[in-house]
Structures are given as C-alpha cells and as structure tokens.
C-alpha cells in the first residue's frame, strides 16, 4: 500500500470508529509496525488533521473534519458499485431510480480513469432462481420518511393465517430480504419488536405524533436480542444434531 494511501486509511479507519482506538489495533489492519503507525500519525497532524491520542487508551479524530469528497480507491469504487447494484436489484421502484441517480452523480465527478473503474467493477448481485418479491400495499417511501422523522405508523396487518390486526409501530428500519421486505419496529400492541412484511400491510397511516426513544438505540437493542434469538436457535440445532 502506497504511503498516501495508508494516510487515507488510517483517518478513515478512525472516522469508523465511535471511540479511541489502540495503536496495535491500527497497525494491525493496516498491517504495518505500530512504529509505522505512530510515524504516519505525526505526519497527519503536522498538516492539521485534528487526531488526539492518549497513552494506553487510543487516537480519536476530532468531530467536525472531513475528507476532500469523493476521493476513493479502487476497492472502495467496487464497493458502492456493488452496493448500488443490489439496490437497482431488490429495491423499491423508488430505490431503483435513486441508485442509477447516484451512479451518475458520482461517475460525473471521477477522473476519466476512476469513472470507467468505476461503471465497469466486476461486481454484481444478479437475482437468479430468486421468486419476484411480493408488491407491497403501501408507499414504502412513507416508510423511509416515517423512519427518518421517528414518526409513528398505525396499520392494518394480515398474518399468515390471514387473522386482521391493527397495530401502532414505531418503525426503525426497513430490510430488503431476497423474497421479501419487512418493517422492523416497536409495536406497542405485543410491548415487544416485531418485523412486519410490507406485502401483508392492508393500511397504513403515518401520524404526527413522534416516539421519543432515540432510533437508532432501539435499533441497536433490537439487533443485540435478534443475535441472541439467533445464537440460541445455532445451539439448539447444534444440540440436537449431536443426539
């Protein structure tokens, strides 16, 4: 890896990061010596890169700095491409048109050299032998908009029995399976999470009124007991298989 680009890397490696990170940790993905490390550390602040650093805890990057835009490298390129791909792939119609808007705002702004890399990575999400996905009932743009504002949804849910429900949610987010595309919330009907496909949403209705719980630490206290729920489904299986 060239000097330049390793520069790069460690400020991207450190804006990934939400706390301090060791030495050892950076020189270990960046595989270099940490005396390496420390020497590409002193080079960054000499230029006014704002990186603090504590012995024994780890460098942090200050808030309020950024990169120049869109200063990619080849991997990062195949990357988004491929990212871009499985959205024209398995989004919504409104999804679709987005990603083709952002291929084309970011080859615009490449070198010739880059933007060729760029249109042309080797990377695709093809969707053979995968049945289409249901069409959903709803707009799932509101869904998004919901999403963002922490707006609360009421809806008319059909199970797979085909029992009706009303429910009230507060959506946090919306995933794209390969057969099927589901509103992960809190409903307040069970008091519990619960993921709700959007092809068995009857009715939907964003209200005015907001939940005060911040979105993202829902989320992420969702994902910690759906890794629970999923770790002990593996040992359960694994259990039985040993029998």
Not at 184 to 189: F, G, Q, S, T
Request: aromatic fraction near 6%.
């Amino acid at each position: 890896m060239r000097r330049a680009d390793r520069l790069l890397q460690i400020v991207q490696l450190l804006r990934r990061h939400r706390g301090p990170v060791t030495g050892d940790v950076m020189a270990e993905e960046l595989e270099v010596s940490v005396r390496t490390l420390y020497r590409d550390i002193v080079s960054l602040q000499s230029t006014g890169v704002p990186i603090r650093g504590e012995a024994g805890v780890g460098y942090v990057l200050e808030e309020g700095y950024d990169l120049p835009p869109l200063m990619f490298n080849s991997d990062e390129l195949e990357a988004v491409m491929m990212g871009l791909r499985h959205v024209q792939v398995r989004g919504d119609e409104q999804l679709i048109r987005t990603a083709s808007d952002v291929i084309a705002k970011i080859a615009a702004v490449l070198s010739p050299e880059a933007r060729d890399e760029f249109i042309e990575a080797p990377l695709y999400a093809p969707d053979f032998g995968v049945e289409p996905i249901p069409t959903a009932r709803i707009e799932l743009k509101d869904v998004r908009q919901a999403i963002r504002g922490q707006h609360k949804l009421r809806l008319t849910y059909e199970d797979a029995q085909g029992e009706m429900s009303e429910r009230l949610i507060w959506p946090l987010s919306l995933t794209f399976f390969a057969q099927s595309r589901m509103i992960v919330a809190w409903c307040e009907l069970r008091k519990d999470f619960r993921a709700f496909r959007t092809d068995r949403v009857t009715h939907m209705e964003v209200l005015e009124e907001r939940y005060r719980e911040n979105r993202v630490t829902l989320r992420d206290r969702w994902w910690k007991l759906e890794l629970a729920r999923r770790e002990k489904e593996a040992a359960e299986k694994a259990a039985i298989a040993s029998e």
